[in-house]
């Protein structure tokens, strides 16, 4: 008696044979509109990432692509606003975007930066009192972790503090990549990472976008004051 062989294809096999039989303008159309939920037409992007924009926003280019920078700035304004944390652009995040108007920073009257611990957000503040800048972020956890023999507390600090150093470019350190990091108290710095969730998920760090991590550098001096609340 002969056997018959059943052909099972296992779900992570199937994943792999169609990224390599799909054309990649076709994968990137469906990456793309599975990240905004739904069909969403160009011009509604470009005027979502236009709103961002007006907003203070850090959307990156405004063309049209809904894209990693586009994604963080949605984020940001559903961590303000108070709506779910998805990073999908609908009709009703479009609709809310629409009515916003720009948050107001805490302190006024100077340059300063300032971190919202419980909307997790950094907000670049300007002489005239306007939020200019506006990324995600995600700071310290709280929870326990060990790092060179010794247990340490995953604490992001609150008070105010400035900027006493910087490293331009990328520092592999013993928790991971710090990109472009501006230290403002100890080891705690705000830089870019690849791991921005949408809530607190660092050692104590201020972990933001990787694409704004440069110019953010470039646009905050040392000795800038950073609000931490």
Not at 107 to 130: C, K, M
Not at 170 to 182: M, V
Not at 194 to 204: E, I, T
Request: glycine share 8%.
């Amino acid at each position: 008696m002969t056997r018959r062989t059943r052909w099972f294809c296992p779900p992570v096999l199937l994943y792999v044979l169609l990224v390599h039989f799909t054309s990649g303008a076709a994968l990137a159309n469906w990456a793309a509109g599975h990240r905004i939920g739904q069909a969403v037409s160009r011009e509604k992007i470009l005027e979502a990432e236009q709103r961002l924009s007006t907003l203070g926003y850090w959307t990156g280019p405004i063309d049209g692509v809904f894209d990693s920078a586009s994604r963080h700035a949605l984020v940001a304004f559903q961590k303000v606003e108070g709506r779910k944390r998805t990073g999908k652009l609908t009709t009703s995040e479009l609709e809310a975007l629409r009515t916003a108007v720009a948050p107001l920073p805490q302190h006024t009257g100077y340059f300063h930066v300032e971190i919202d611990l419980h909307r997790q957000v950094l907000f670049v503040v300007d002489e005239s009192n306007a939020v200019t800048h506006i990324l995600p972020v995600s700071t310290g956890n709280d929870k326990f972790y060990m790092d060179h023999g010794q247990v340490h507390r995953a604490h992001t600090p609150r008070g105010q503090f400035k900027v006493l150093r910087k490293i331009h470019g990328t520092r592999i350190s013993s928790l991971g990549l710090l990109y472009y990091p501006n230290y403002i108290h100890r080891g705690i710095a705000i830089h870019g990472s690849w791991a921005v969730k949408v809530y607190p998920d660092s050692h104590g760090c201020i972990r933001i976008p990787m694409f704004a991590a440069k110019r953010f550098s470039e646009l905050v001096p040392l000795q800038t004051k950073v609000i931490v609340y």
